[in-house]
């Protein structure tokens, strides 16, 4: 059987990936927040993806929200009944100080809004959440990906990368598109990953994304010599973004993307010495 090549990521360089848009200035997966996060020279915006029990792609964060009182999993709503969730209301209520009227009428995006704003013109980094609860979400985001065409170009950077904490997810979509790269997300201890599974992460992903707390050079150099890259998450404190440039982080997941365009571009000016 021929072994299919996973996709590479780019080397030499440190991806600024927007969580969830600029999401320390505008409601979290909206567009002001995805509109913000380029404007302030984000690489890419990071979408998180759940389906709709009516098999609708979402762009939302949380796996269940509260509807009047009573919690729901996003799977097991109707895109109609997420869209009377009001994501810039909680925004301004939990950070009163970046609130803005303008936010309180914001909805949850579906993926197709989100690619027929900003078509091929941004970068996306989408993460596939809750996949056990929504069979077939991978075909679907392939299917959608084609559709906008979106998948198998040759721009300096992919213009899609996806993400999951579930490993037979991310080799679904191996198996479908094996051009996409992945990243393989991780909650634990970095040490804590065998080798074994840094020999199955070589038969599918391009890289890693682990809590920016639990990175250490000699994990990033690991990673390294097996080919894959490392994005930690989610880091928005300029010292800890350089401390991550200097271990060699190829990106950052970080809600300030103005804060990380800065480091970057005054780490690319004066590079550290070694
Ligand atoms: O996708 C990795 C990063 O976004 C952190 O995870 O919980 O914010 O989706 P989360
Ligand atoms: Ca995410």
Known sequence: MKTVERASLPGNDFLIIAHRGASAYAPDHTF???ELAVAMGADYIEIDLHMTRDRQLVAFHDRSIILEGEEHAI????LKELQNFLPGRIFNEQLPVMASKSFESLFVPTLEDIFLHFKDQVNYYIEIKSPTATPGIEKELIHQLESYQLLNRSDRFPKVIIQSYN???LKKVFELAPSIPLVKLYSQDTTSISKGEIRDLEKYASGVGVNHSLVTIDF???????????????????????????MGADGIFTDKPDIAAKVKRSHLREP???
């Open 32 to 34: 002001p927040s995805y």
């Open 75 to 78: 799977a097991n709503l109707t």
């Open 167 to 169: 490993a037979d997810s």
């Open 220 to 246: 990033v150099n690991r990673l390294h010599d097996k080919g894959l890259a490392i994005h930690p998450f989610v880091v928005n404190d300029a010292d800890d973004i350089q401390a991550l440039l200097n």
């Open 272 to 274: 550290t010495k070694p």
